[in-house]
């Protein structure tokens, strides 16, 4: 059951990593670096719990927004010039964070045991929960508070005013201009945001793992990121759960018995989807095929 | 006074081993650029698929002990055709405007060529024979490592031969042509998806040698080289000025002088992250790069 449990929370984590690249990739820009939010929030809110010896939910939250500001300080220039200058300049701050936190060495005494990032070993010894004696189910329940509270805000803000201003940029940043939408204070926005749902997604990791290293967020884990939302689609937030569940449920699950080859398979099918179904598996024309068929489209038995 | 001219002699001797290994990062940028000028997209399989050509080359030595200058043909060979099919796979029939699918397809050929290195390898590193190690030139306080002097030359004959190609042949000409209008191209007869392939072996072919390269220079072939060959191709790129092959030569040699003065001033463990500075430094105070145009194409 543990076990299980067990990846219930990392589906919840996932989710909001995918969220992250989510919320960016509906302004049309793609960003490798979600490894490097979600990196620099779990190493600070493990240190904020282990070292300070802050409350898990403060922790989290200062995680977050650090990551958030390192998102906005890295997406202000890059986003300024082009669309695929994001992906190097974001694929070079993700090393980057990798590098720092492989060089990051503070160590503290507590009790009689030393704490804190301890370079190539990692950072051991992030055990809030088991300290406060939290179970399964209730680290299960937390984690998945703030992926309802983020999807049902994302929820929310696409069908506001927000949501059109990002899609309108992603769509058409021209047209999006000419009606007087500011493009790169969107894109930073949009960059921002994510950062800090990657930053959450990062402390809840580091503490539902109690171990972190630098070999955690590698590009693997930051084109995970970005492979959910395009699997799932942009068409909503629910595309990028289905394809958490899909990938870490069904596929890394279920392709267990493949042993290494399983990584192999994993490019494969990138690439064989992207061939497939360039705009995501579940598109637009695909949620609506899916909608009329589980009688959710209203349209599609009146209209003919 | 004694002690400034030692270190003066160091710094500058650094600098000069870094400027000529730099050369390869300048070949993998180049390729990088070409193919960016050509489709105006990313394909994040290059450096990868470049040192997959070396792997190759190394086999050609290993088991049929080729030739020292064998290797270096075998290798670019192979990179060229795993260039055509990365081009087929990943970009011929995805639709051209999409540029986030055709770069996240060619993300999975990444995960894929280096998954299969693993797999071939076991994940350990191969040695990878060195050229003229032997050859050590003194020229004052100086001295020029030969393997280095070597891998240098090959770059610059490489690099000419490339330019020879797209300047002064009908090849080239279409592949120019496709860079600058796609469309102007098509209308002149010219089959875009043939050259965008050729671009792509063309770019193989030198990426091969560019992986030969840094093998030959750093000793080893390892799976640990291909994230950071990728990532210093990209800020390579980025640097030089998106598109621009003169820019990409000159950011190549810049990254590889700075990148052995960090070496010498902050060690091997921190070298790399001065290197992913570097970028943010020129996104800054000059986004479009040492060479780039101004124009905003995406």
Redesign the interface.
Known sequence: MAYYLGLVQLIGIHTLLGLSAYILMLTGQLSLGQAGFFAIGAYSAGILTVIFQLPILPALFIGALIAAFFAFLVGFPALRVKGLMLVVATIAFSEFVRLFFFNLSWRVPRGDIVVGPDSTNGFREIRYFVANGWSAWEITAFVWVFVVLVMALLWWSDRSRTGSVLRAVGEDELAAQSVGVNLTAVKVAAMTAGGFIAGIGGGLYAHTATYVDHLTFTVLLATFAIAYPILGGLSSVFGTLVAVIFIQGVLVEGLRFLGDWRNIVFGLMIIAAMNLKPSGLFDAPTARILKRAIGLDERGKTGA | MGDFWFEFVDITQIVGDGLLFGATYALIGIGFSLI?GAMG??NMTYAAASLAGAYVGLAAFTFVDAPALAVFLVSALASGLIGFVVYV??FR???IN????????S??????????II?TTDGSPLTFPAMFDYVMLELGPYGVRGDLLFVFAVCIISTVGLLYVLYRSRLGLATRAVSQQDVAARLCGIDVHRTNAVTFVLAGLLGGIAGAMTAAAVGVLSPLIT??L??KG??V??IGG?GSIPGAIAAGLLVGGLENVFLYFRGV??R??YV??L??VF??FR??GIFGSAI???
């Open positions: 960016f997209k990313l796979a990943c029939f995805i639709p999409n540029h986030l699918a055709a770069l996240m397809a993300v999975g050929a990444l995960f894929f060529v280096d998954e299969i797999h994230i950071p990728t990532v990209l800020i790129t980025v998106l463990n921190e790399d992250m992913l500075l970028l943010f996104l800054v986004p479009h905003n194409r995406d």
